[in-house]
């Protein structure tokens, strides 16, 4: 009943009034009141004026199913949101999601993680309220070698809704960590589950700093957040359906197109290290050669010092500035 009073809230062009309120849903008056109040306790700002109801005006930072439902309900290719309040990982329950047959365009959040996976290996800061942790379950129609071009189309979508929504200059450092000021904000992790040469089924998994005050240096040493570097916070909910809303829009034309070709002159526009010199980090060891662009395939190009030019790509290879993280 209260999530049913939120939407009716959201819906509203103007007040409404508590007699309207309590006809809608077949309650008294007395007793939308007090799903009021609980809606002020969880932090939504609700004016209440005597003859003329409750309006809403401004969203509680938290999440609420129904409300989350509401802002994404023009995302078409979403067919579900689950939202929590602690999970061990958004990308293990989307893979448990995955394993039970859950359909395509599953989208988890949560409001923190208790084990927060990051790529080789490593943990994911997950603080409660301080980011954004969210995961997509996405049955493509595409060859397994071709699921790791989704995580830089969740990079692009990423970059896109943080310069969109914060007016920060964001950029992607290659393959896809969002970087804002040479410092990273958001970091994606896709996993998948094949059967012979089919995908059952991706996960792509966004992490993004979002509210964070200060970053631990030990667990994310070129770490930043938005609003560290906005000077000031940020909407979660606002920068979530931006990144979703773009997401949309890049995964239709990646399933039409069966390619990267529509996305690389954007990518290279935004890739911070494109034109730069980089240190390669290879297994065999280090060295320094010019990015040149990222080609088709998700590789970036190099030029080595003998004039050489090569792929590499991301699986094995990483890829630095020269006296830190980007630069
Ligand atoms: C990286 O190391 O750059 C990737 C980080 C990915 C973090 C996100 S947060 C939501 C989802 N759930 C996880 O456990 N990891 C991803």
New binding site residues.
């Given amino acids: 009943m209260k999530d049913k009073i939120l939407r009716q809230l959201m819906e509203a062009t103007d007040y409404l009034s508590g007699e309207a309120l309590s006809r809608l849903n077949g309650v008294s008056r007395t007793a939308v009141w007090k799903h009021i109040k609980k809606l002020k306790e969880e932090g939504y700002e609700i004016l209440s004026v005597t003859n003329r109801g409750y309006k809403l005006q401004r969203m509680a930072d938290g999440y609420n199913r129904e409300e989350m439902a509401l802002l994404l309900k023009d995302i078409r290719f979403l067919k579900d949101v689950r939202v929590y309040d602690t999970i061990?990982?958004?990308?293990?329950e989307a893979k448990r999601l995955g394993a039970e047959a859950a359909g395509e365009g599953v989208l988890l959040l949560?409001e923190e993680?208790t084990?927060?996976?990051?790529?080789?290996g490593?943990t994911?800061l997950?603080n409660k309220g301080d980011?954004?942790?969210?995961?997509l379950l996405l049955r493509p129609a595409i060859l397994p070698i071709q699921a790791s071009m989704l995580t830089l189309l969740a990079g692009l979508a990423v970059q896109r809704a943080v310069s969109e929504e914060t007016g920060l200059d964001s950029r992607i450092k290659w393959p896809?960590?969002v970087v804002v000021g040479g410092r990273?904000v958001?970091?994606?992790?896709t996993e998948m589950s094949t059967d012979m040469e089919e995908i059952q089924y991706v996960v792509v998994?966004?992490?993004v700093n979002v509210n964070a005050a200060s970053m631990d240096c030990q667990a994310a040493p070129h770490g930043t957040s938005l609003a560290i570097e906005a000077g000031m916070t940020q909407d979660r909910k606002r920068i979530i359906c931006a990144i979703l809303k773009e997401f949309e829009a890049l995964y239709n034309t990646f399933l039409e197109s069966g390619s990267l070709d529509p996305f690389l002159d954007n990518y290279n526009r935004v890739c911070v290290n494109v034109g730069s010199r980089v240190r390669v980090e290879a297994p065999g060891g280090s060295y320094v050669a010019e990015a040149l662009h990222m080609d088709n395939t998700g590789a970036l190009v190099i030029r080595m010092d003998n004039g050489e030019v090569r792929q590499i790509h991301s699986g094995e290879i990483s890829v630095r500035g020269l006296y830190g993280y980007v630069d």
């Fill in positions: 061990d990982s958004t990308n293990q949560s993680q084990g927060g996976k990051g790529r080789r490593r994911w997950s980011g954004i942790f969210m995961s896809n960590d990273k958001c970091g994606i992790l998994g966004i992490g």
